[in-house]
């Protein structure tokens, strides 16, 4: 049950692009996380050009793409992990072209209690899959 938030700006993202990310993302979840396909939910918000700056400069024009996937804790080892943040910023740049070092793919692990979908959390899944 992954969750990937993904906030661009300095570009308007086309559904050509949506459509790629979301279904590629998907996909990598499934094949390197081991995680589920029907149940991996993508976002991809709009950001505002002139609110986004790295290194205390603000570039209107240059495109900014971040990345939060968040997972179960433990679910994943570090190799997953890297591969995830690897293929992850890869996504980005197929999708928007070169970008700044500063463009991050952030893993958050969550304790199974802390998350969940449907109304349980992970760990009551867990513990009762019923």
């Known amino acids: 049950m992954p969750f990937i938030n993904i906030e661009v700006s ?8 949506i459509n790629q990310i979301t279904t590629n993302m ?10 589920q396909a029907a ?3 993508v976002r991809i918000g709009q950001g505002t050009a002139n609110a986004w700056s790295i290194g205390g400069q603000i570039a209107e024009h240059a495109v900014r793409a971040h ?15 890297a591969d995830l943040v690897r293929l992850g910023h890869g996504e980005l740049e197929q ?4 970008l700044d070092d500063a463009t991050y793919v952030i893993v958050h692990e969550h304790p199974a209690m802390n998350w969940g979908y449907g109304g349980r959390t992970q760990g009551a899944r867990k513990s009762d899959p019923g």
């Open 39 to 41: 149940l991996t939910s």
């Open 26 to 35: 998907t996909q990598i979840m499934a094949k390197t996380a081991h995680k």
């Open 67 to 81: 990345m939060d996937i968040h997972v179960t804790q433990g679910t994943n080892d570090d190799t997953e992990i």
């Open 95 to 98: 999708a928007f072209g070169s």
């Open 10 to 17: 300095g570009t308007t993202v086309t559904q050509n692009q």
